[in-house]
């Protein structure tokens, strides 16, 4: 690995979905800066953007859903799905091991990543309608 990519990784900017609603496509983004993917687990990242809902302006609409899944939505210049709040492809991008780093689980500089609610995504994957186009 490069010394360049290294240090991306140290100081690396990732843009989280928080979804409210798949169904009305309800989501905002949060950017979180300078962080360190070789030591930041999945579940600390997870705590921190449930800890940013809850206190910065703004996020007042979406304090009341159960943020407690993560999935990766896109890396940096990397191909965007179709659907405008989460990838429903792959899988296997679902963040589902708490003690791994960002790192581990693809992120990389400038990634984008979904922030929802497990319940609430099975059930749009089972019946993908949207009712707000």
Known sequence: MSAEHQDTLKKATITVRVIKS?????????????????TLTVGDFKERARNDVHTLSGWKPY????????????????????????????????FDDDSKT????????????SF???????????????KWD
């Open 22 to 38: 798949f169904t009305y496509r309800t989501c905002k983004n949060l950017v979180a800066r300078d962080l360190d993917l070789t």
């Open 63 to 94: 304090q009341n859903v159960q943020f407690d899944s993560m999935k990766l939505y896109t890396k940096a210049q990397g191909t965007k799905t179709q659907n405008l709040i989460i990838n429903l492809d792959n899988p296997e991008w679902m």
């Open 102 to 113: 960002l790192a581990e689980v693809g992120c990389e500089h400038e990634t984008e990543v």
């Open 116 to 130: 929802f609610n497990m319940e609430a995504y099975e059930e749009y994957r089972t019946n993908p309608v949207n």
